[in-house]
């Protein structure tokens, strides 16, 4: 596996973040590890930012380059692959991964296309509704005593990980016949799914509140692949018929 | 292997930091992995200081409890094992280990007692001297084309995979029959050996610069053991009383 390729190939999205100086830190350790696309959800301070730029130090070309969208959803746009970098169990996720095993599932999906890598708020992390637009809930092991990672120190970490996983062999190469869905792919099965069940009647958004969140736990294990998605939506496509 | 144990015979050593708010940033990428001992050797900057303590969040703690000494040699003293990071090649330095394989060394050591793990100054490094003071240069893999790696962002990737060493089964344990020399053991072998061989007229100090790194650099690798330096101590004190 090409190193500059797959490594290029990771999208690092920060999601409302509050601290200049953090995105600074993050581009530089973007870089050090030879990442390079920045994302940036709707910011909770200014950018561009002189703080941001003196702690970029000389990564200020990943800055430059970074794109500001409103939503997380549009910072996904394209990609393959989503993971969502939380600190807390959330009820009903799909099953958490560790950095290390993540890092090394984010590369050999790169080889597919795009995938992207999900950080939140310094102080909040990512909503539930973030967490549940992503494929895969990701930690980094911490002390259970003081779990304090700073924001810049997290992305350090995974892009470290990311950099290792993709200089190592790592995981057999997936079979060239397996073609991933892509997200946007995946959004549009669920809306799908969503009408389907809701004229089937089986879904009443005021009394099955539960519901979507175990099937997006259901469906979001699968890595779902384009020909599956054909094969559902053609299946609700002839409930939807009858 | 006890996981609290391991880690709290780390000493994290930073060897002439010039910015307070890297100190902090270490202290709190330290404890979010479970680290606590931070030794500063002749500090460029002011310590304690107000930076430092914003950096450091709820770490507080380990700066409350930093030690500030005038050398490295001190900084080292009652370790068993001490190790460099290093960003750059070295001559005649002990052969160079990657981030990874060196925290599985050092927790494997960290059995015996206590072990060093020494980051230098943001912008020059350690010097030969005190990387010739550590058993073991230290490099994380970085950019080829952007290596700038902040000394905060080191102490955390490092710190990151101490933990993870310590989590990890790790290499076989050591047979309980090998008991390493300390680091002042070591040295002592050295000015032992210094002297005899000043004494014998082998080594002269102005003609021969070049012999003292070169045998560093050969017992450097060997990972003396306590009986050996009494053996090789023996030797040397019976060849002085010819």
Known sequence: MNLEG????????????????????????????????????????????????????????????????????????????AAAMTARR????????????????????????????VFGNEIYGLSNDEVTLCHMPVKIPVSETYSSLNLGAAVQVMSYELRMAALDPGLPPVGTEFEPATHDEIEGFYAHLDRAITASGFFNPVSSKRLWPRLRRLFGRIRLEKDEINILRGMLSAFEKK
Chains 1, 2 share one sequence.
């Open 90 to 117: 959330r009820e009903l996720a799909v099953p958490m991964q560790w950095a290390r095993g993540a890092a090394c599932e984010l590369v050999q999906m790169s080889a597919k296309g795009t995938v992207a890598l």
């Open 6 to 81: 797959a490594l290029g190939r990771v999208r690092v999205v920060l999601s409302h973040t509050s601290h200049p100086g953090n995105i600074g830190a993050a581009a530089r350790a973007m870089k050090t590890m030879g990442l390079s696309e920045l994302v940036l959800v709707n910011p909770q301070c200014e950018f561009p930012d002189p703080v941001a730029l003196a702690r970029a130090a000389g990564a200020d070309d990943i800055l430059a380059a970074a794109r500001v969208v409103p939503t997380l959803a549009e910072a996904l746009e394209g990609v393959v692959f």
